[in-house]
């Protein structure tokens, strides 16, 4: 049970999926009223949980992707939640995200991830080269580092080499095309006003434009110092940008929660 708060006030578009939002909703009803505004309209997330997944480090917590989904189908104006991630095959725990995403009732796209093997044979690199480097350096700050410190990085390369490490693995499964694609066939064909997009990376900036000419609402859910630059400017064209730390009660593992003022620690919640 929980005491009358303004929670009482919210409107009839939020409908607690479990006993334990509609306490975090009398707890936090600001929160509540701010998600309401959002989902206003018919809305559409995407979820690329390849640019999500790192958050934690800098967030000191981790989204539950279970917990986040009883949180949006607490709305009865949210029309689909994509779920975007690559399978790695050899990963039990990779194929078993998968499958709990689906069973959470997300939309899954998921495709196998690629594993790229890089040479780091320096044998036949002259000592002060950068050729090597460039692979993984970005040519414009190799180009910033003195020759004593591409010598000293070299030198690192054989000492791995020595040690018989001749290349390493790189995995990739970049999902910008699919969340792009599905934007814009979204935009056309689901009647959807509000998109709102789970990541900061800069490949969305073209989709996010053009969307927002077509005077469709655009929100990114992100983390401070995780949205590109190029995003972050179309906040000039009525992109927003929300804080998912405003959110943590909801979505984070129960045992990064803070106990809540007069709810019973022990008491078996959903």
Known sequence: MYLYSEYDNLSNMFKPTTDRIKELAAAYPEKIQGLEKIFDKKTNIYIDYGNVRPWAKKLGWHVDLRRLMQLLKSFDTINEVKFYHGTLKINPYSKMLIGDARHFGYIVRTKPVKILKLSID????????????????????????????????????????????????????????????????????????????????????????????????????????????ELSDLCAKGLKIYDVKKIKEFICYKKEMKPLPGINKTEPTP
């Open 122 to 229: 320096a044998s036949s690199i002259p000592a002060n080269s950068p050729e090597l480097l460039k692979n993984f350096i970005r040519k414009p700050f190799l180009a910033k580092l003195k020759v004593e410190t591409i010598e000293t990085l070299n030198n690192e390369l054989r000492l791995l080499n020595q040690q018989g490490i001749l290349e390493i693995e790189d995995l990739k499964s970049n999902f910008d095309v699919e969340i792009g694609r599905d934007l814009l066939r979204d935009f056309e064909n689901n009647n959807v006003e509000t998109f709102i997009l789970w990541s900061g990376d800069s490949d969305f900036e073209d989709p996010a434009n053009q969307l927002l000419t077509d005077k469709k609402h655009v929100m990114l859910f992100a983390t401070s110092g995780k949205v590109a630059s």
